[in-house]
Structure formats: C-alpha cells, structure tokens
C-alpha cells in the first residue's frame, strides 16, 4: 500500500467544528466526539464518509443526535464507512469508542506515561483516539471537555484556551478547553494526572500577557528554570527577526518520560521527552543545554511554520520541517557563535544527512511516495529542508528573503499548503525565478560540484571550471542540474580579499556564485594576483565539493580566511586528507603513519590562539571521526582498519602539542557557580578536547581520572568518564568510575542514559556482551524509548568497531532487538534500524552478514509497516 503524492485530492466532506469529551480511565477510556461538518461542494449525494480509525472499540454512531442502525455503516479496525449521510446541510457526526491508554506500548494516540495520560498524533496517532478524517488538510476548531479522577487528574490540559473546571462531587472533575484557530487533528494533545509546574509570564510586542506553564514530574521544578528562560528567549525573538506574535492566552509544555521523539508542537500544548525540558548543572551537559534550547525554541517556531500554515499532506513534511529547523538554527545562531553553531550543523549533515542522501535509504526533500509516513521523520527532510531554506535566504539575500517570508504569513494564514505555494511566496515577493531551484526538493543525493582552476597572470583573470554531478537514488537514475549558490572570495597572499571587476560564464553577485549549469566555466577579471579559493563558505550549499586544492592554498585558508568556518573546514580536509592516506597505508600493511607538518603546526598553533573563542578551537581539535572518514572512503569500509588509522593519526598529531594541552587543563578553574551559557560551555569543550588529545599522548589514566574525581558539572564529569571508558577501558580507574557514575546516579534515568551510552560505545569486540549484560540491568527499561535508544541505539549507530564486529555478531544481535522491540513499539524499532542504512559500504564479509540479518528480520512475522519499509528499502537491488 503505496501512497503516491500524484493520488492527492481533497476530502469529500468539510469539518467545521469537532467536539471532543474524554472520559479518562487507565483501561477504559471513553471518547465521545461530535463534529459538524458538510458535503463538499460538487460531490455526489451518495458518496459515503470514510473516516480512519487505528485499535478502535466502536461503541455507538448518531448522526444529528440519532443513534444510527449497524446497516447504515461499516466499521473495521481501519476505517468507519458511513452511509446514507443527510444532503445538501451541515450535520453532526457522533462517533463513541474505548481505548486502551494502558496498553498503548506505541505511544501514539492516548497512552499512559509514569501514571500521566498523554497523547501523541502527528502523523497518525489521531484515528487511534477516534474515528476521524485523519490528515493534515482537515482543519477544525476543537473544544474539548476531560473527565476524570479528580485525586489522579489534578492536571487536566487540552490545545486553546482555558474554558473551567470543576468537580461533580463524586470524585470526579473536569476541565475544558477551547481552541479557537483551526488546526489539523495532528495537532491536538491532551494531558491529565498529577504534575507539578512552573509558572511565568510573557508580554507580547502588542501587549498581551500570555501566561507561560511548564508541567513536569513532582519534584523536578526546579530542572525547568532553563527551559523557561528558553521559550521566553524564543518568544522574543520570533517577534523581532520573523514579526511573529504568539496568538493564545496561555502556552503550555508538558515533560513526559516515555516519548517516540523530541518533541511536539501541539497547539498551545507542547508535549516533550523530558529529556529536552530537564536540565540542572549537576546532571546535564552544555550539549544538553544547547539541544533544550534549540527544541524549546523549534517546538515554538511551529505555531507559526506548522500550525498556523500547516502542510496540504503529509508529503509536504519539509514544508513545516525544514523551514522550522532552519527557523532554529538561526535562533541559536543568533543567541550563541554564529560560526561554532554552523561547524556543528555542518558536520550534524554531514554525519546524517549525507549518509542517509548515499544510500539505499535516499529520498528527496519533498518525496513522492511513502509506505510508511513515520520513516519520512529523516535527516534530510527535517536537516537538507532546513538547508533548501537557508539557499533561498541566500539567493535572495536577508532583506528579500524576510518579504517572501512575511509574504507567505499573510497569503497562506489558515491554510494547508505545498512546498510550491512556499516557493512562490518567494518568487513573487523577489521576481527572481526559482523553478531550477526546486529542484532541491525534487532530486535526491548530495550533488557532486568538480572546480578546477586556472589563473592568467597575463590577462588578470581567474577561470573556474565547474561541474556538477548529483548520483543516482533509489527511483532516481537521471537527474537535471540543479541551481547552486556558491559562496566563494579570492584571497590573496598578503591574506587580503579581491573583488573580481567582471565576471562572465556564469552569476556572480554578494559573493555568490550562481551554478546552474551541467559544465560551467566562469571567468573573473581583475584578479591582481594568482588568488587561492575560498570555496562553499558558510557550507552555502549542501554539496560534496571536489577541489583539488594545493596544501599552501588550504593552510592559507586555515590561517587566515576571515570566514571562521571556512578556515574551520580547511583544517578539516587537510586532517582527512592525512586521514584518508593513514588508512591506504596501514590496509598495505604500515604500522607507522605520516602526517603533514603543516597541518600539526596549524592544530597547534589554533588551539593556543586565545584570541580564537575556545569553543571554536575545541572545533578545531575534533578531528574527522570515524564514521567521518567511513563516509568518505565510501566502499569496501573496515571499520577497524579506520579505527586504528584514526587513532595512529590522533598520536601523531596530539603528541606534539602536550604542553599546550598541559597549558588548558592545568589553567585555573573558574570558580563561582556554573552557567550554561555559550561563552562558559565553550570553556569546558576545549577542557573536554584537550583531556581527549592528552589521552592519545599520554599512556597513562591519571588525568582522566583526575578530571573524573575533580568535575564539578555533568559536561566534565561525562565526559571524562568516556574518555576513561573510551581510551583506558581495562585499567581499574576506568572500571571504578563506570561503577561509580552508576551509583551515584542510579535514581536519574536522563544521566543513566549518559552512563548506558558510554558504555554502548566503548571500541572493540567486547562491548555486545556489556550491552547485553546492561539489558539484564534492573536500571534498564526495555519499555523506554530513551533507555532504548542510549543502549542499543548508541551500539549500533555510534560504536563502529563494535555493532561492526567482523563475525557479524553484532548485526544478529540488532535483528534480535529490531523483532523484539517492533512488537510493542515499531516507530522506535525502526529508528534504530536505520543504523544499517549504510550497509552496502561495508567490505564484502561484513556486508554479506549485515544483508543476512536484514533478511531475518524481513523474515519475522508479524513486522509493523515500519520496519517492513526499511527492511525492503535497504534490501532493495
Ligand atoms: N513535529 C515534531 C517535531 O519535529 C516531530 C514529530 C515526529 N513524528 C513522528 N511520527 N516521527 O517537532
Ligand atoms: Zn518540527
């Protein structure tokens, strides 16, 4: 059952109003829901109303109020088919159904968490609360009534604004709500139990007072003083850079414990994994921080870019998705280091996206078709949609690129709209054509751009030739070229820039290079001197650039490029460079691997540079890791012989740079209390990068441990902990702090998650049988999906030389969790098999053993469409 994009067409009936009443029981709850709705216009008087429904009780039909006859529909576990249906009105549909909160182990639709009700419905959790038409073009005004056990169900919250409460006396209580603005069905939430909160307040741009509640477990208050400062940050912010105004009495999060996701921008009600609100010194880490920040403000941005202009169907995820991420991305930008937070989002797509764009797995931005629309959560919908929008910012520039954007709110407020209704905001706001442009959203796989370069001293000019190539993808033999911003400048020896007099072949405006052609060759006149080239600056384009570039140019731009992630990535491709080299050489047998003098004078030279923010050296010193250079070799990969270059190269280029770690680790602690902030977390990363250096150079534990026994915030204390775990894994110290980390946080399942993560990753053969044996651990919930995910999802996504041991136990190890997670929970099941997306790039053993687990898998009965999907994707010829 393949749903193609081409197959859209709009419902036959039209919702109005949707009323909802839960009656709340762990086992038996009750829904009972009216909603008004009409015949389309132009549409048959005897076309039926289909309605979807997923593990539904149905319990009784009326139309207008009267109970309906079993022959005037027809019910199955998919679908409720009404007949008969009055004509040429509105008329009221009741639907009542029992679920099973309980017993919901997929955790979408009303499910139980630490005895809280919670539901999840984006993309399709809705049917599984009530028959309903349930996709994202059917919009309808919600009031909601909960009832429930008032001593259980002090905390009784639904999408809107707060209507009243009140108690029948019995026991029971209710509460109701009602959302004026009309919201698809996977936007509504509810949440009952009994919750603690934290409240504030915010006054917008014109003046109204939103209260602002954060509900958590008892107890846990205190952990969402960040979160709070977070979404108070983002409220402002996306009033002054997009001139968005929040538009309910009240904005809500709740933290749950059991989530398949991140997060959840429900109207009005965000539900999150509690592991994105939670956070105090003690327990997390600056990276932790950073995420919270970056979700609390994303889940926010949706009101705007998801609920407010939501998408037509559910092809159109990286309408909301993409445009949202990118909407983050520049708020942390913009509250942190512009430069650092893109080294991070480059190398996130890289690592990710870039993987996934190369493999059997690949998808276009804005796909065609999907067996499975929960698969489609992707790197590249959610990470290449964000760049997509970062292009068009960059092809139209800020000032034009704000038009489109406030072009868009106003043309498309109340709507469920396409990526081409998104385009064209920009395209008439700017008059610029973006047709070749989309195709970004139409083509999979990270286009291929070939520069070679040529300088006439004679003529003063610099010709470019550039070629782009975007590969092949599954469904995707032959594809078109694709428009390309390039940013570039031309620096020349005295480090200065040049700007070019003329240019003919192609585009060039505001440092940008316009590539729109198969072959290009572009000249620049007036180049007074032979230039080297900064190329793909800022990452203007998410491609895969090949430059055959002269080392003295790359060490130029390493030193001196005054775009900081320019020089950030130059020093990135000289250390693959020697990188990729080691590996060649010790697969020919070496034992002893050379690395450039150049490249060991720069890392030196650029983690002592204080007038370099710390955070930004920290960059600088994590070296491509393996998976990095996995991807880069692309074929053939023996994740050991990678691990064992990686670590050759890590002591040659560490060793000589012992006394400027010395320097870092021995420079006096800050003393005070800790803050989370940028300029602070920068400071611990590059404590972090050198206690990581000192390891390859020193043979010795003591100073991890010393960092261990001497942390006095989790982004330390984790951190020397792995590289303990890491790097020293036999010695007694590293044996004692994994104990002693365990006990000390045995009662905290976020920094547990830390500690079984830890160890899931620790190199070598011998960790399957540590994760096996942290399964037996009783601080281990099968259940969870964040126990999950930090245990088997850690092991088989970020432990090469482990999940890719070379007997291929580690592959029929994840067959057997992949079929025994699938049964209670699918979505999380097959988010951890996407770990084998790579797997035609293994050497021919280990991809002969990975293919014979993924068929073990496809050879289980029953298997959810889930994990069904991927299974045959990635087995695919
Ligand atoms: N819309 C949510 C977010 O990005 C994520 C929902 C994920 N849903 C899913 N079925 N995987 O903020
Ligand atoms: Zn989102």
């Known amino acids: 059952q393949v749903i193609h994009l081409a197959d859209y067409r709009p419902t036959d009936f039209v919702v109005e109003r949707v009323d909802l009443t839960f009656e709340l029981d762990p086992t038996e709850t009750l829904?009972?829901?009216?909603?008004?709705?009409?015949r389309r216009e132009g549409v048959a008087d005897d076309v039926p109303l289909v309605l979807d429904g997923d593990e539904l009780n149905l319990k009784a039909v009326a139309i207008d109020g009267n109970p309906i006859p079993e022959s005037q529909y027809d019910v199955s576990d998919r679908a409720l088919v009404i007949r008969d249906l009055p004509t040429g009105t509105t008329f009221e549909v009741t639907v009542e159904t029992i679920i099973n909160p309980e017993a919901n182990t997929k955790l979408m639709g009303l499910y139980r968490t630490n005895g809280t009700y919670c539901t999840q419905c984006e993309a399709e959790g809705f049917r599984r609360i009530t028959y309903f038409m349930d996709r994202p073009d059917v919009l309808g005004v919600y009031t909601i009534t909960i009832i429930g056990d008032g001593a259980a169900n002090p905390v009784m919250l639904s999408n809107g604004n707060f209507l009243g409460a009140g108690d029948y006396g019995d026991g029971r209580r209710f509460a109701a709500w009602y959302d004026p603005h009309p919201k698809p069905s996977y936007l509504f939430a509810l949440v009952a139990g009994d919750l603690g909160v934290v409240e504030d307040t915010f006054t917008t741009m014109s003046e109204r007072e939103v209260a602002l509640k954060i509900y958590v477990e008892h107890g846990k208050e205190a952990r969402a003083a960040y979160a709070m400062d977070a979404l108070k940050r983002s409220m402002t912010w996306d009033e002054q850079a997009f001139g968005r105004e929040y538009d309910l009495d009240i904005f809500m999060i709740v933290a749950v414990s059991d989530f398949n996701m991140g997060a959840m921008e429900n109207k009005g009600l965000n539900v999150f994994n509690d592991k994105y609100i939670l956070a105090d010194p003690e327990t997390a880490t600056d990276q932790d921080y950073a995420n919270i920040e970056a979700i609390v403000a994303h889940e926010y941005f949706h009101n705007w870019t998801g609920n407010r202009i939501t998408c037509r169907d559910w092809f159109q995820l990286c309408l909301k998705e993409g445009l949202t991420v990118y909407r983050d991305h520049e708020f942390s930008a913009d509250q942190r280091s512009r430069a650092v937070k893109r080294i991070a989002e480059v190398r996130h797509l890289k690592s990710e996206q870039f993987a996934?764009?190369?493999?059997?797995?690949?998808?276009?931005?804005?796909?065609?078709?999907?067996?499975?629309?929960?698969?489609?959560?992707?790197?590249?919908?959610?990470?290449?949609?964000?760049?997509?929008?970062?292009?068009?910012?960059?092809?139209?520039?800020?000032?034009?690129?704000?038009?489109?954007?406030?072009?868009?709110?106003?043309?498309?407020?109340?709507?469920?709209?396409?990526?081409e209704d998104f385009v064209r905001c920009f395209e008439?706001?700017?008059?610029?054509?973006?047709?070749?442009?989309?195709?970004?959203?139409?083509?999979?796989?990270?286009?291929?751009?070939?520069?070679?370069?040529?300088?006439?001293?004679?003529?003063k000019t610099l010709t470019m030739d550039v070629e782009q190539m975007i590969p092949p993808t599954?469904?995707?033999?032959?594809?078109?070229?694709?428009?390309?911003?390039?940013?570039?400048?031309?620096?020349?020896?005295?480090?200065?820039?040049?700007?070019?007099?003329?240019?003919?072949?192609?585009?060039?405006?505001?440092?940008?290079?316009?590539?729109?052609?198969?072959?290009?060759?572009?000249?620049?006149?007036?180049?007074?001197?032979?230039?080297?080239?900064?190329?793909?600056?800022?990452?203007?384009a998410p491609i895969n650039l090949h430059y055959d570039m002269p080392v003295e140019d790359m060490v130029q731009i390493a030193r001196h490029d005054s775009d900081l992630f320019s020089r950030w990535q130059a020093i990135n491709q000289l250390a693959l460079r020697d990188l990729l080299k080691a590996v060649k050489e010790m697969t020919a047998g070496a034992t002893q691997v050379a690395v450039d003098a150049e490249l060991i004078a720069i890392l030196r030279d650029s983690i002592s540079d204080d007038s370099l923010e710390p955070a930004f050296r920290a960059q600088i010193m994590a070296l491509p890791s393996e998976a990095d250079i996995a991807r880069e070799i692309g074929k053939d990969i023996d994740p050991e012989m990678i691990h064992a270059a990686r670590n050759a190269v890590m002591a040659a280029v560490t060793a000589p740079a012992g006394t400027v770690l010395a320097d870092i680790l021995d420079a006096p602690r800050r003393v005070g209390s800790f803050s989370p902030d940028a300029a602070s977390a920068g400071i611990r990363a590059l404590r972090n990068a050198a206690l990581t250096w000192m390891s390859y150079c020193e043979p010795s534990p003591d100073r991890a441990a010393k960092a261990f026994a001497e942390a006095d915030n989790m982004t330390e204390l984790a951190h020397a902990l792995s590289v303990l775990a890491h790097r020293f894994s036999e010695t007694e110290s590293a044996k004692q702090a994994v104990a002693a980390f365990g006990d000390r946080f045995a009662e905290n399942a976020l920094v547990l998650d830390k500690w079984f993560s830890i160890q899931a990753t620790v190199p070598g053969p011998a960790t399957l049988a540590s994760v096996e044996a942290l399964m037996q651990s009783p601080r281990f919930a099968a259940g969870n999906p964040n126990r999950l995910r930090s245990l088997i999802g850690s092991f088989a996504m970020a432990n090469p030389t482990g999940f890719h041991r070379k007997d291929g136990a580690g592959y029929a190890f994840l067959a057997n969790q992949i079929i025994a997670i699938d049964k209670r929970n699918p979505q999380v099941a097959a988010r951890i098999l996407t770990s084998m997306r790579s797997w035609r790039s293994l050497e021919s053993t280990r991809a002969g053993l990975a293919r014979n687990a993924l068929v073990t898998i496809g050879a289980a009965s029953p298997l959810s469409t889930d994990v069904r999907d991927l299974v045959d994707r990635m087995l695919e010829a």
Do not use: C
């Open 428 to 459: 008439d706001a700017s008059g610029r054509d973006l047709g070749q442009f989309s195709r970004w959203y139409h083509q999979a796989g990270t286009p291929v751009v070939t520069v070679s370069a040529r300088y006439d001293a004679g003529a």
């Open 356 to 419: 996934e764009d190369s493999g059997p797995l690949a998808h276009p931005v804005r796909p065609t078709q999907f067996r499975e629309i929960n698969n489609f959560y992707t790197t590249t919908v959610y990470e290449k949609g964000s760049e997509v929008t970062r292009m068009i910012a960059t092809l139209l520039g800020r000032p034009m690129f704000r038009k489109g954007m406030d072009l868009y709110f106003e043309r498309h407020d109340g709507g469920a709209v396409t990526i």
């Open 474 to 540: 599954p469904g995707q033999q032959v594809k078109e070229p694709m428009h390309i911003p390039l940013a570039m400048g031309f620096i020349l020896d005295n480090g200065t820039e040049v700007q070019p007099t003329g240019v003919s072949g192609g585009e060039y405006a505001d440092g940008v290079l316009h590539l729109t052609e198969r072959t290009q060759s572009i000249t620049f006149e007036g180049i007074s001197s032979r230039p080297v080239l900064s190329l793909n600056r800022g990452f203007s």
């Open 31 to 38: 829904v009972i829901q009216r909603t008004l709705m009409h």
